[in-house]
């Protein structure tokens, strides 16, 4: 049995930072990704401000940041707030892979199509089961989101309230603002959560909402028809859904 310092479950953003950051201590570490690749695979509206390309200490190449942009917060009634503090829209997918790259970089293994099934402290360690095989370590990092395999084979059952979540990517849109992304509060638009508009461009545009004790899909579908002057001839080219601890 393969032995580790660290082993990462999930490589998804919270995995491969804290793979890279253990891997910077020299500490001998192994990530695990279930996926084919390291991507984004959740619905994201891949808006960071300049602080988290900095703590993540990743530069804002023209291969990662896809435009720069300003923020606007919408009232319920549509008044707003214009916030010109630039942030970044960013290719999310090539963000994880820059960091998965630093990891290596430092040393640590990565291991995409390896699913961890079965996680136990034993013997005074943590032992890994996976679908390819069996390894041990002293900690065990369990990034592997809201329906957690690490946090369910050692007993934690504790969860925050699931917070579903649901985005499309759309097509030839009229984007109003493609400068902006947009936020739109409001219990009539997304009970217990918000809605957003973020752009690639004029034409492209991520539109997604968060929602608490609400259909996400039959508010996201109610928002689009909202902004038919923006997204009325738009169509979707991407679908994705995942809650949200």
């Known amino acids: 049995m393969k032995r580790y310092d660290v082993i990462v479950v999930g490589g998804g953003p919270a995995g491969v930072s804290a793979a890279k950051a253990s891997g910077k ?65 960013i290719d999310k997918s090539r963000l994880l892979q820059y960091i998965a790259a630093q990891a290596a970089e430092y040393g640590v293994e990565i291991h995409v199509r390896e699913e961890a099934l079965d996680v136990k402290i034993e013997d005074g360690s943590v032992k890994v089961k996976t679908n390819r095989g069996e390894y041990e370590a002293n900690v065990v990092v369990g990034a592997d989101g809201y329906n957690s395999t690490v946090a369910r084979s050692l007993g934690v059952t504790e969860k925050s309230e699931p917070i579903p979540t649901l985005q499309y990517v759309m097509v030839n849109c009229s984007i109003r603002y493609p400068d902006a992304v947009r936020f739109f509060l409001g219990n009539n638009v997304a009970p217990g959560g918000y809605a957003w508009i973020f752009p690639q461009n004029e034409k492209i545009a991520e539109v997604g909402i968060g929602v608490r004790g609400a259909p996400a899909k039959e508010y996201l579908d109610a928002f689009v028809k909202r902004f038919s002057d923006e997204l009325g001839k738009a169509q979707i080219i991407d679908y994705r859904g995942a809650p949200v601890p």
């Open 25 to 89: 201590t020299g500490a001998k570490t192994l990530l695990l990704e279930k996926a084919p690749a390291i991507m984004a695979n959740k619905p994201c509206g891949q808006a960071v401000s300049q602080e988290t390309l900095q703590t993540a200490e990743v530069k804002p190449d023209p291969t990662i940041v896809l435009h720069r942009a300003y923020a606007i917060v919408y009232a319920p009634n549509l008044n707003y707030v214009k916030i010109d503090r630039i942030g970044f829209l």
